[in-house]
Each structure stands twice: as C-alpha cells, then as structure tokens.
C-alpha cells in the first residue's frame, strides 16, 4: 500500500512539474521571438566556459581574458560530462548539447524538489512547491546552460535520500553533487547530520553502512582535484583561477554590510536577500534541523566572501532556501483558512492565497529573461 502511494505521489510530482515547466518554457519562447534570439543564443556568459570544455576539455594553461590569467578551471565536471553525452548521443553542437541538458535538468529538478518538500513537510501543497521553484525570477538559469538545476536536482536527491536513512544512496548523489560546484560538498553535513541520528542503537553493520555513505559525499570533488593535480599541478586550480573573475574570498560580512549601505539599489537588492538567507539558515537550526542549517550558511558565506555579483542564482536554487519559502508561504494559506468568529465559516479559497505572489513572480522572471537578451551585467 505504501509503495502505491509513492507511486502514486510520485506521478502527481511529475505531472504538477510538467505544467510548470511548459508555463517556464512558454515564457522563455516569448522572449526569444520578442528579441528575434535562437535557443543557441541561450547559451551566453558562463554557458561558453561549459562548451569549452565539452569541445576540448580543461585547458592546460591559462589564456583568456584581457589579462591572458582566465581558464576553465573554475567549472566543475559533472554538468559537462552530462552535456557531452547528450552532444555525442544526439549529434549537436556543443552550446545546443549545455541547452537541453540544463532544461531536462531542469524539469528532474522540480520533480525532486517537490518530492524533497513532502519528505520534509508534507503539509506544504505539492502544486506551490512546483510553482514556486519552476517560477521566480531566477528560475531562468535553468534553461541557459549553467549547472543550476543539476545542483538542485542532485540536491534534493541527496537530502530525501538521507532523510530516509538511504545513506549509500545519499552518499552516490552527494558525491555527483560535490562535482558540480564547490558548495555542493557542504551537503556532507547534512548526510553527517542524519547518520548521527540514533547511530547508538545501531549495530557495527550499520554504522559502517553510515560511515560509507558519509565518506562518499565528498569523493566527486576528491577526484576532480587529483585530476587537476595531474593536468597541471594545482589541485585548488577551481579556487585560484577565480582571480581572473576579480573575486579574491574576503570576509563575506563585510561584502554583506558594502551592500547594505550601497547607493545602487541591486546591491542593495542582494544584501538583503543574503540577509534573509542568513536569517532562513537560523530558523533551520531553531526547528532543528542543524544540517539542513549548516549546509545553507556554508552554501551562502562561501559565494558571499567573493562578492554580490552572482550571489542571487546561488540562492534561489538552494533546496532549504525555497523549503522555508514555501513553508512560509503554505503557513499564510493555513492561517487564513481557520475559522475566524467574524467568519460563518473557513474560506476554503484562501488556500489560493500564495498564487496571488505569481503574478509578481512572473514579472520578475519575464524581467530576467530580458536582461538576458540584451546582455546585462547582473544576469551573469
């Protein structure tokens, strides 16, 4: 019976996910004809690093930028090597390949996401996890070529998997997922977390079996830095090219009070969701999930100690980020469905409250996909 109604939840999942991602998908098509762009045009800033290294690999010494000091060290494997089977298998150009690949990877990814969001707090409605992680404004970086929606899917699989005391499991994707950016290691405390969870009353058979789960997270970024070390001798090559980026780790608090007191009003924009980010990593630890709360500080300080720049993206696909989100958001919509004395009875309708904030989401959404057509700096 419980296996049916996985099933069951499962396919519900992925048919919310599907309409979500048409509507995303609708929008960006919008866009494109707006602008007169291709889907290949999609592929722009970062997107190109990718092709790179999917045409030739990881470069041998540094050569681009005005300074000749930039290389595509900085990208991590894991994106690429999906990307280039999908080249291989359908016979594409490269930055067609990244496109299709960071789409599908996008559509798995709010399939897990609801699916993290039940294991997690099953009182949130599968529809307003789907909306608003397929959605808001950022959610453009799902279609355009970057790892961000391979992050979150591998994300989610990871935290659901250890929710569940599926710790081989857990660890094979938080392993995928320490290839696909530098934060995605700090999952290990999560999976640190949950395997600590009773492990008294565990047997030796089970602890191991914990222990080797926990060990496999970090192993996707172990054997990228070896693989660098034997390409040109600098394991932390990932960390020192980011130079040529201009983006030298200085104390993320201090990038954090810059903003805040910023005259330009993105700044100011990007501070505060850092702020908020900071306050959901304390509300985490207050439920007590000192896991999920660590893996978000972490997740956040780290690509706040080199600046504001690309801050936001970092930030809305962080899996506990948009948890608390829509936590929030399904707490408003149970709130106002209590009976009032002034009520005859609960409005049933206010469970419909949340999508009142779609419009206002699309908006923004729309905004980015513009931004990104005309090539503005602070879509990078």
């Given at each position: 019976?419980?296996?049916?109604?996985?099933?069951?939840?499962?396919?519900?999942?992925?048919?919310?996910?599907?309409?979500?991602?048409?509507?995303?998908?609708?929008?960006?098509?919008?866009?494109?004809?707006?602008?007169?762009?291709?889907?290949?045009?999609?592929?722009?800033w970062d997107c190109?690093?990718?092709?790179?290294?999917?045409?030739?690999?990881?470069?041998?010494?540094?050569?681009?930028?005005?300074?000749?000091?930039?290389?595509?060290?900085?990208?991590?494997p894991a994106f690429?090597?999906?990307?280039?089977?999908?080249?291989?298998?359908?016979?594409?150009?490269?930055?067609?390949?990244?496109?299709?690949?960071?789409?599908?990877?996008?559509?798995?990814?709010?399939?897990?996401?609801?699916?993290?969001?039940?294991?997690?707090?099953?009182?949130?409605?599968?529809?307003?996890?789907?909306?608003?992680?397929?959605?808001?404004?950022?959610?453009?970086?799902?279609?355009?070529?970057?790892?961000?929606?391979?992050?979150?899917?591998?994300?989610?699989?990871?935290?659901?998997?250890?929710?569940?005391?599926?710790?081989?499991?857990?660890?094979?994707?938080?392993?995928?997922?320490?290839?696909?950016?530098?934060?995605?290691?700090?999952?290990?405390?999560?999976?640190?977390?949950?395997?600590?969870?009773?492990?008294?009353?565990?047997?030796?058979?089970?602890?191991?079996?914990?222990?080797?789960?926990?060990?496999?997270?970090?192993?996707?970024?172990?054997?990228?830095?070896?693989?660098?070390?034997?390409?040109?001798?600098?394991?932390?090559?990932?960390?020192?090219?980011?130079?040529?980026?201009?983006?030298?780790?200085?104390?993320?608090?201090?990038?954090?009070?810059?903003g805040l007191i910023?005259?330009?009003?993105?700044?100011?924009?990007?501070?505060?969701?850092?702020?908020?980010?900071?306050?959901?990593?304390?509300?985490?630890?207050?439920?007590?999930?000192?896991?999920?709360?660590?893996?978000?500080?972490?997740?956040?300080?780290?690509?706040?100690?080199?600046?504001?720049?690309?801050?936001?993206?970092?930030?809305?696909?962080?899996?506990?980020?948009?948890?608390?989100?829509?936590?929030?958001?399904?707490?408003?919509?149970?709130?106002?469905?209590?009976?009032?004395?002034?009520?005859?009875?609960?409005?049933?309708?206010?469970?419909?409250?949340?999508?009142?904030?779609?419009?206002?989401?699309?908006?923004?959404?729309?905004?980015?996909?513009?931004?990104?057509?005309?090539?503005?700096?602070?879509?990078?």
């Amino acid at each position: 019976m419980a296996e049916l109604r996985s099933t069951s939840t499962f396919w519900q999942a992925a048919g919310i996910a599907l309409l979500v991602f048409a509507l995303n998908q609708v929008i960006e098509f919008v866009h494109l004809q707006a602008y007169d762009k291709s889907y290949a045009a999609l592929c722009d800033w970062d997107c190109p690093w990718y092709a790179s290294i999917v045409d030739s690999g990881y470069d041998q010494q540094p050569h681009a930028h005005e300074r000749g000091d930039a290389a595509n060290w900085a990208f991590f494997p894991a994106f690429t090597i999906a990307a280039r089977a999908v080249a291989v298998l359908m016979q594409w150009p490269s930055r067609t390949a990244l496109i299709l690949t960071s789409k599908l990877f996008f559509l798995f990814s709010i399939i897990a996401f609801i699916r993290f969001v039940q294991a997690y707090d099953s009182r949130v409605p599968a529809w307003l996890a789907g909306l608003v992680v397929g959605t808001h404004p950022y959610a453009l970086y799902g279609n355009v070529g970057y790892t961000e929606p391979m992050y979150l899917f591998f994300t989610c699989l990871c935290l659901i998997a250890a929710r569940r005391q599926r710790f081989l499991a857990a660890g094979l994707a938080g392993g995928i997922l320490s290839a696909v950016r530098p934060t995605g290691g700090f999952i290990l405390f999560v999976v640190l977390a949950e395997a600590l969870r009773h492990v008294r009353v565990t047997g030796a058979a089970e602890r191991l079996y914990r222990a080797l789960g926990v060990l496999l997270v970090p192993f996707g970024l172990a054997l990228f830095m070896v693989f660098l070390h034997h390409l040109m001798g600098d394991a932390l090559a990932f960390s020192h090219v980011q130079i040529a980026w201009n983006r030298i780790p200085e104390n993320p608090l201090v990038h954090l009070y810059q903003g805040l007191i910023a005259t330009d009003s993105l700044r100011q924009l990007w501070a505060l969701m850092a702020l908020a980010a900071l306050g959901m990593s304390a509300w985490l630890l207050w439920r007590r999930e000192p896991g999920l709360a660590v893996f978000t500080l972490c997740s956040v300080l780290v690509p706040l100690s080199t600046g504001l720049a690309a801050l936001p993206r970092y930030l809305w696909w962080q899996a506990p980020l948009l948890l608390v989100v829509v936590q929030a958001l399904s707490g408003i919509s149970r709130y106002l469905e209590r009976p009032r004395q002034w009520q005859g009875r609960a409005l049933r309708l206010t469970s419909l409250v949340p999508l009142l904030g779609l419009p206002m989401s699309l908006w923004g959404l729309s905004l980015m996909y513009r931004a990104w057509m005309l090539r503005e700096g602070y879509v990078v």
